[in-house]
């Protein structure tokens, strides 16, 4: 699966694809290669994973993949505070009927399970891969702008959604109204996220054009969460063609 464009800022890869749906297959692919080669190093890996319809295309390629899923232990990075994971629009919903539920993992840990203690269960597994996408307002997991700290000391807080981010839900079609949308969830930090060994992050869609522009030509600041990845040495970021509208170019 070729891009249409590939780049490096800073320590950030970038791939951008013709449509979403080869941007998924690609990242899948990518995401298959990394878990493979881990797993031929260690016994087991532990993978962290988005809930959000950006991930749809990723996700769907990426359980069509042999591999051997038994050996993984699943996390997700966010959950809204007060939603059990069989509530219609919770994110441990959305994982399970994207991939928790499609395949044989060792382990699957929900938030709503656990709470803050998640962080316990995170500190025991280090995380070896992070699936991502990032937000209208360059959030990763839930640490929008005026959350987000590249040098907290937590491993997963309780953090209050601004107004882009709990409107982004509903473009989403994850609530109908703005108001439906819970104003607090849990969320992995940032620090926490890039603890990774390996992070894969999607982004598809017109409607985050604005946020790749700012994550890859902006600053690196926690007023842009998502700049944080120039500075992983193991990320890569892969968008589409509407995504990336803002800094495709012919040349680079």
């Known amino acids: 699966m070729q891009p249409i464009q590939s780049f490096t800022q800073d320590k950030l890869s ?4 013709h449509d979403r749906t080869q941007m998924g297959t690609a990242a899948a692919q990518d995401i298959a290669a990394c878990m493979a080669a881990l797993l031929s190093e260690k016994e087991e890996i532990n993978m962290v994973f988005a809930a959000a319809p950006s991930q749809n295309d990723m996700l769907a390629a990426l359980v069509q993949i042999p591999l051997p899923w038994e050996r993984i232990n699943a996390f ?7 939603l059990s994971k069989e509530h219609p629009c919770s994110f441990g919903k959305y994982l399970r009927e994207h991939i928790f539920g499609l395949v044989p993992f060792k382990n699957i840990y929900y938030i709503s399970d656990y709470g803050e203690s998640y962080g316990e269960l995170l500190r025991e597994n280090p995380t070896d891969i992070v699936c991502l996408g990032i937000g209208e307002n360059g959030h990763i997991a839930f640490n929008d702008p005026g959350v987000a700290d590249f040098h907290d000391p937590l491993r997963i807080k309780r ?27 849990l969320t992995l930090t940032v620090p926490q996220m890039i603890s990774a060994q390996h992070m894969f992050c999607v982004v598809p869609a017109a409607t985050k054009a604005n946020a790749v522009e700012a994550m890859l030509c902006g600053a690196v600041t926690d007023r842009c969460p998502a700049s944080i990845l120039r500075e992983h040495p193991h990320a890569v970021l892969y968008c589409d063609r509407d995504s990336g509208a803002r800094i495709l170019t012919e040349k680079r």
């Open 14 to 17: 970038v791939h951008i694809y």
């Open 76 to 82: 997700h990075m966010d959950e809204y505070v007060g």
């Open 159 to 185: 953090a209050k959604l601004d107004d882009v981010c709990r409107m982004q839900q509903v473009h989403d079609g994850c609530f109908p109204t703005f108001d439906d949308v819970p104003q607090y969830a």
